[in-house]
């Protein structure tokens, strides 16, 4: 059953985030960033649940311009089996619906389970000579 996630899905969430390393945890996904978020981006980030239990997540943003993907997790036992491509087609959907004409993702260089996983989807790779990602820390 795909559904929205839910501010009491984080133990559950973080525990499957924690497992695997293509997963960049930080600041950010503490209890109240992760609460914060789906607040502020209420009914988009959504989840694959089986028995109870979450099987898949992906955290959906968007600013008014853009829309920006997060946390794409599939369990390492139900892959390949179309849960990561469902989440972002709805994902997008939803995005879309919002009149978001472009949504962007990060991966980690060496995920590349999660670079064929983007490039299937549609995703395409910017080149260097396109953007940089440039960051501050603000505290
Ligand atoms: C990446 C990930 C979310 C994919 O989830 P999934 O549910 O297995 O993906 P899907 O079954 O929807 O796959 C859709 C398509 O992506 C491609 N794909 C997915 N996994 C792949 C792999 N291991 N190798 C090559 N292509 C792959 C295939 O084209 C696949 O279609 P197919 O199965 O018909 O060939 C999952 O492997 C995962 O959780 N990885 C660890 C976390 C991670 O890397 N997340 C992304 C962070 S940027």
Redesign the pocket.
Known sequence: MLATIRGRDYDEMIELWKT?P??RLSSADSRDSIRAFLRRNRGMSLKIVESRRIV?TVLCGWDGRRGYLH??????D???????????DEACRRLAAKGIAKVH????PG???????????GFFRRPETDVLLYSKDLE
């Open positions: 695997d293509n997963i898949a946390h794409l997790f599939v369990r390492a139900s892959r390949r089996r179309g849960h990561g491509a469902a989440l972002v993702i990060f991966v980690l995920n590349e389970t999660g670079q064929a996983f983007w490039r299937a989807s």
